[in-house]
């Protein structure tokens, strides 16, 4: 079987996923959710945004989708929106899994202590 493009699934590509988890965005504003939902310690660039974006695309784990009718911003006929499909909700949903798990080794190894998971 060959292996996936996205396994093990990069952390932009996860972050991503998580930006549209709960609307459709366009690039930049992917690019400034993941900014603010990683409290600034990720910040995609163009390569890596675009990059991401076309596997995501390809592997059917978002989708192109129609820019919302209340859209008047200058060049708004020019941004490409995004949506999560079922598939990308449920592999964001497993990644989510894996790294819980992986918090939780580290906190009974000593290495993490929290609450967080």
């Not at 945004?49 to 129609?66: A, C, D, G, P, R």
């Not at 592999?91 to 609450?115: M, N, Q």
Request: no cysteine; aromatic share 6%.
């Amino acid at each position: 079987m060959p292996k996936r493009k996205l396994d093990p699934l990069p952390s932009a590509a996860f972050h991503i996923l998580l930006a549209l988890a709960d609307e459709d965005r366009h690039g930049y504003g992917i690019m400034r959710q993941v900014e603010e939902q990683s409290n600034g310690r990720m910040r995609l660039g163009p390569g890596t945004l675009y990059n991401s974006v076309q596997t995501l695309l390809e592997e059917k784990l978002i989708e192109e989708v129609e820019p919302p009718a209340d859209e008047d911003a200058p060049n708004a006929e020019r941004r490409r929106y995004y949506r999560l499909t079922s598939g990308g909700r449920k592999l964001a949903r497993s990644e989510a899994d894996r790294l819980a798990g992986l918090l939780r080794l580290a906190r009974a190894r000593k290495i993490f202590r929290g609450d967080y998971v």
